[in-house]
Each structure stands twice: as C-alpha cells, then as structure tokens.
C-alpha cells in the first residue's frame, strides 16, 4: 500500500463555466454573461492554482486586448454577446455523439471547496468590474500583453493570486 497524496482533477472550461451558471441560476443571480463568465472562470483557476498548487481548468488562458480568455469560452457563449447567458456550454459525448452540458460533480469537495469561496468573492461583481480587476498594472495579464505573450502563465496566476491571499488575509 502507498500513501500518495490525491490526485486533482483538472476540468474542461466548460464544465467549470457551466458550474457557475448552475450556481448564478440556483441563487438567482441574472447577470452572468460572456465577459463576467471568463472572469469568474479565471478567478477560479488563479485560486485553484494559489490553494492547491494545481490548475482548475486544462487548457491556458490567453492575454487578449480585452483581458484573459480562455478561447474555448469566448467561443460557446459569444452568441450571447454583452447579454446574460441563458443555456450552458455543450460538449459532444465520445462515447454517444450527443451534445450534452456538463458540470463538475457536486461530490468533487476539493474543487467546491475553492470554488464557492470564489463565487461568494466575486459573484456581486459585474463582468465589467472582474475585467478591470484583471487590468490593473502588475497583474499576470498586463506583464503578458507588455511582454508579446499569447499564453498567461500559470505561475504568474498562482503567483499573483497567492500575492492577493497575503493582502486579503
């Protein structure tokens, strides 16, 4: 027998947006649209990283004009435009070929554990407001768009967010 530690599981974008939207929707909460998905999303994975030392999510984000993108995401809820969104993102089964919305199983307690700390953080914010949050001088976004990086890093997120856990403690 071996003592390893867990192993963390690491989601699509999709499944961790879809997520928030059970959330918003169960809560009541109608202003989750594009924009204010990827932040919460990014918020997200900056915390998962800073808490756990692992990504939430399995794909990077990129250092857009308009702030950190997870392409994936912009590219399921852009038909919603600057609108709430009203459905979930939709993967296709490999197995059956049906499109179908996945989130992450409520029985994942470390994953929910940082997630509802971030949702409870963020939530009253608007997208416009998550957005500026991710502007500011110094943050992992801005040193990659001054440095013509297509890809943030994850060490600078995990850095910087445990930067905002030493202010915010």
Do not use: C
């Not at 089964?93 to 994942?108: F, I, K, L, N, Q």
């Amino acid at each position: 027998m071996t003592n390893n530690p867990p192993q963390r599981v690491v989601y699509k974008p999709t499944w961790v947006a879809n997520s928030f939207l059970v959330r918003a929707r169960n809560e009541g909460v109608t202003d989750v649209d594009p924009l204010k998905i990827q932040k919460l999303v990014y918020n997200l994975h900056g915390w998962n990283l800073a808490v756990t030392g692992s990504p939430a999510v399995g794909e990077r984000f990129e250092a857009w004009p308009h702030g950190p993108v997870n392409s994936t995401l912009y590219h399921k809820f852009k038909e919603y435009r600057f609108r709430p969104i009203t459905g979930y993102a939709t993967d296709v089964d490999p197995m059956t070929g049906v499109p179908s919305a996945t989130y992450v199983s409520e029985g994942d307690a470390a994953f929910y554990d940082v997630f509802d700390r971030v949702w409870k953080r963020y939530k009253g914010y608007s997208g416009q407001e998550l957005s500026d949050m991710t502007h500011a001088v110094g943050t992992p976004w801005s040193y990659a768009r001054e440095h013509g990086l297509h890809y943030i890093p994850d060490n600078m997120i995990r850095d910087h967010f445990i930067e905002i856990g030493k202010v915010t403690a």
